[in-house]
């Protein structure tokens, strides 16, 4: 079983730049693919961004692409998402995900472990 937890979630001005961390509890965390989901409200829930166990390899939707960066740290069992030039439409609760097959994944059903959330807001 493992538990995350995520933290940095905020207010910030369109055009402003946040960091997102998760920590996961768990001695497999280095084998596990990562990644990071948001919900707004009324909407599905929609890929962000994932990367895999080494950190090597990563992938993006094209809504953040250039924006957002995925990074983890293996040694600390967190796993971090800088994001900048953010956008209005960037609000929503961001969840952190693990996926025990170590496969990068951009549906949300392959993602066995979620945390509880964290709330980021974007005004204009």
């Known amino acids: 079983q493992v538990q995350l937890v995520e933290s940095g979630g905020g207010l910030v001005q369109a055009g402003g730049s946040l960091r997102l961390s998760c920590t996961a509890s768990?001695?497999?965390?280095?084998?596990?693919?990562m990644g990071w989901f948001r919900q707004a409200p009324g909407k599905e829930r929609e890929f962000v961004a994932t990367?895999?166990?080494?950190?090597?390899?990563?992938d993006y939707p094209d809504s953040v692409k250039g924006r957002f960066t995925i990074s983890r740290d293996n040694a600390k069992n967190t796993v971090a998402l800088q994001m900048s030039s953010l956008k209005p439409e960037d609000t929503a609760v961001y969840y952190c995900?693990?996926?025990?097959?170590?496969?990068?994944?951009?549906?949300?059903?392959?993602?066995?472990?979620w945390g509880q959330g964290t709330q980021v807001t974007v005004s204009s």
């Open positions: 990367i895999n166990w080494s950190g090597g390899h990563t």
């Open positions: 768990g001695r497999t965390f280095s084998t596990y693919t």
């Open positions: 995900a693990a996926d025990r097959t170590g496969v990068l994944h951009t549906t949300a059903r392959n993602y066995d472990y």
